[in-house]
């Protein structure tokens, strides 16, 4: 069973920036789509950014402050967080998908000081 792994999660003070990891622990062929969601306390997990069909999209919350990136081939992909704000504090999840599977990290924590 292939598994995502994040990393770079940490707290940081309002305007800093931090960087996000996911790596896979083996192969996913024909991978689709590659994204990063978030889920802060009491509030629905949300798409951030992803990477689908060579394009990339993000949340409003978010465009021109992050920028995703990903390795169909060596199945990582990365999320550059910058200007960030107490309203970035949640759980930050990294997604992959291919036709028929769908894979999930286990999340790693982003805390924003004010």
């Known amino acids: 069973q292939v598994q995502l792994v994040e990393s770079g999660g940490g707290l940081v003070q309002a305007g800093g920036s931090l960087r996000l990891s996911c790596a896979a622990s083996?192969?996913?062929?024909?991978?689709?789509?590659m994204g990063w969601y978030r889920q802060a306390p009491g509030k629905q997990r949300e798409l951030v950014a992803a990477?689908?069909?060579?394009?990339?999209n993000y949340a409003e919350s978010v465009k021109g402050r992050f920028t995703i990136s990903g390795d169909n081939a060596k199945i990582t992909v990365a999320l550059q967080m910058n200007s960030l704000k107490p309203e970035d504090t949640a759980v930050y999840y990294c997604?992959?998908?291919?036709?028929?599977?769908?894979?999930w990290g286990k999340g790693t924590l982003v805390t924003v000081s004010s």
């Open positions: 990477i689908s069909g060579g394009r990339t």
């Open positions: 997604n992959v998908q291919r036709i028929g599977m769908d894979y």
């Open positions: 083996g192969t996913i062929f024909s991978i689709n789509f």
